[in-house]
Structures are given as C-alpha cells and as structure tokens.
C-alpha cells in the first residue's frame, strides 16, 4: 500500500466537525484571511475533504453560536434564568459538532494543482480503481497497469506506480468533456509542463 495518504473517496455529506490534528481546529486552517481544510487530514476521515466543506463548517458554527447567544441571552431578556431543558437544547443545537465524516479510505491520492485523484490497486482485476475531482465534478475511473508493468523493482501499490496511474486516470477524465458538462474544466485547474500533467504527492499550497 501507498504510505504517502490514506486519502478517502468523494461523497456528498452533510456538515461536519471531524477530530483534526495538532495542526488545526476540527480539520480547519485559518491563515492569511482563508479558510481552507488542513492539508495533514485532508486525505483521512480526520479532517474535511474540500476547502468548501471547512468553510461550511466554520459557518454552521458561527450560526450555532449566534443562536446559543440568544438562547442564554435572549434580546428582549439578558438576564433570562435557565431550565434544566436548557442543556438539552443547547446540546440539540450543537448536534454538528459530534458527527464526524466516516469515508471509506482510498490507498492513495494524488494531486494535479487542485484536482484530485484517489486511487485504490484491486488485486481482483489488477486496477487502479478510483476517482478524479475538479471542484464540485467527480468522474469514477478504472485505469489498468502496463502489460509490461512498471519496471523491475516497481511493484503495483508502490507509491511510483500510483504516480503512473493517477497521471493516466486524469488523462482519461480530461478526455471525456460530457462529465464537465462539455466544458473545459481542467484549465487552469490542473497543473501542466512541458511533458505533459504534473502529478504531486502532497497538495500544492496555494491551492
């Protein structure tokens, strides 16, 4: 298996606040006035999959705290005294805090500006079966190896062969527009050089 990441499949869900690391606060980093999802837990059901969902977070809690302060401190009676209902309502309203992301774990990701593809190696059909993400677009792949393999000493989970593989799946995603909605929406999401797609192993940053 790839140790680079343990990088988790793309499904659509509901606002949450994951563990985080030492790094962050519930898989959210602020710096130089963004918002962006930590890039240590990204990858794992730690942290959030996108920038987009950190910030959802950020705002769901901002909206919760608004409401408790009105809860405990209501306008029209700052000094309102609390029942014992009131902790359950407190609690009710902070049900976000406590769910947390369970993705199902890709062996590996990869990154290509800010695309990312997720691959896992099945042994049943020897392929990289996965995902390429551009935004809120998600296109399911399934690449096979070289008949030839990788070369003498590269085994198929190794982190050069998920390199290999994640560099033909975004070929392939690229290729077929209708995902994109006959759209072009790998320019300027991904990176390019002069030999072709760039495929990093860690997010670029600034992305």
């Not at 009131?86 to 590996?108: G, H, V």
């Not at 096979?144 to 982190?159: L, M, N, R």
């Not at 070929?171 to 030999?195: H, K, Q, V, Y």
Request: hydrophobic share 35%; glycine share 8%; with cysteine.
């Amino acid at each position: 298996m790839d140790d680079d990441t343990n990088d988790t499949s793309d499904t659509e869900a509901a606002i949450t606040a994951p563990l985080g690391c030492d790094e962050c606060t519930m898989g959210v980093e602020l710096g130089d006035g963004l918002i962006r999802a930590c890039a240590h837990c990204s990858h794992t059901s730690r942290g959030h999959r996108t920038d987009r969902e950190a910030a959802g977070l950020v705002f769901e809690a901002l909206a919760a705290l608004a409401n408790l302060r009105e809860l405990l401190w209501p306008t029209s009676n700052p000094n309102a005294s609390w029942s014992p209902d009131t902790m359950d309502e407190i609690a009710r309203r902070l049900e976000f805090l406590r769910t947390s992301p369970n993705y199902p774990a890709s062996d590996a990701v990869r990154y290509s500006g800010s695309v990312r593809i997720e691959l896992t190696y099945q042994d049943s059909d020897s392929c990289y079966d996965g995902k390429v993400v551009v935004d809120t677009h998600t296109y399911s792949v399934s690449v096979g190896p070289p008949a030839i393999g990788y070369g003498p000493g590269v085994a198929y989970d190794s982190p050069e062969a998920y390199d290999r593989a994640a560099h033909a799946a975004l070929s392939f995603a690229a290729a077929d527009t209708e995902w994109g909605e006959g759209c072009d929406i790998f320019t300027p999401a991904a990176e390019l050089d002069a030999n072709g797609w760039v495929i990093r192993r860690a997010r670029p940053s600034g992305r």
